[in-house]
């Protein structure tokens, strides 16, 4: 249980192109979903906080024009990279966020994509 | 400003014996606690979590162990394996669920 999937894994793009990223819950339903991107030996940095039928929420620095985040159904969100350059080439993954209330203490705990090479020529 | 701090890049560790990896965090505030274990371009996998409010939290051969006082935790891998090899993350929260906050991460190499 609790898999997520990302789609695609890659992708190629010429700069100034928009590129959607999609993230899907496969056997739970999730009402948060949040992004991350990864730069090479990085850590992976909160870019947004995405809750189903609201407004994504996004960290500072991080231009909600540029990053559109959707969440319109409890499995899905999208994050559409628009006009892409060059410096927007990273690796995109999302997580979402399952409760599980049936254990004794319950657990609350993001459960990861594999993730999207982004690559902007 | 790195809120979640993992202070070795790497670790290399004989099969059989054990692995301690580290983390250190600034903010009191954090409430919750996690590990990740990540190869290249996959997604973190999600290994252990502890409350604040515990100390230790252990499942099978991975334990964490949580110093509130010293604002410290670590992971203890025993015995190690070589498909132990990867990228271990620490993340801390504010809340359980809330948005994770991760350290730089420790590459783990576990050698037959």
């Known amino acids: 249980g609790a898999v997520v999937s990302q789609h695609p894994s890659r992708v190629i793009c010429k700069s100034g192109t928009s590129v959607k990223i999609e993230c899907r819950s496969l056997?739970?339903?999730?009402?948060?979903m949040f992004w991350y991107r990864q730069f090479p030996k990085q850590s992976l940095m909160l870019m947004a906080t995405?809750?189903?039928?609201?407004?994504?929420?996004?960290e500072q620095g991080v231009e909600k024009d540029k990053f559109l985040i959707n969440h319109a159904s409890l499995t899905l969100s999208t994050l559409t990279v628009t006009s892409a350059h060059p410096e927007d080439s990273s690796f995109y993954i999302c997580?979402?966020?399952?409760?599980?209330?049936?254990?004794?203490?319950?657990?609350?705990?993001?459960?990861f994509g594999p993730g999207t090479r982004l690559t902007v020529l | 400003d790195q809120q979640v701090k993992q202070n070795s890049p790497s670790l290399s560790v004989q099969e059989g014996r054990i692995s301690i990896l580290n983390c250190d965090y600034t903010n009191s505030m954090f409430d919750y606690f996690l590990w990740y274990k990540k190869y290249p371009a996959e997604g973190p996998t999600f290994l252990i979590s502890?409350?604040?409010?515990?100390d230790k939290n252990e499942d099978g051969r991975f334990t964490v162990f949580l110093n509130k006082s010293a604002k410290h935790l670590s992971l203890h891998i025993v015995p190690s394996q070589p498909g132990d090899s990867a990228v271990y993350f620490c993340?801390?929260?504010?809340?359980?669920?809330?948005?994770?906050?991760f350290g730089q991460g420790t590459e783990l190499s576990v050698k037959p």
């Open positions: 502890i409350s604040s409010i515990k």
């Open positions: 997580s979402a966020r399952l409760f599980k209330v049936w254990t004794s203490s319950g657990t609350d705990t993001q459960y």
């Open positions: 056997d739970f339903q999730a009402t948060t």
């Open positions: 995405s809750n189903e039928g609201s407004k994504a929420t996004y």
């Open positions: 993340a801390a929260a504010y809340n359980q669920g809330g948005k994770l906050i």
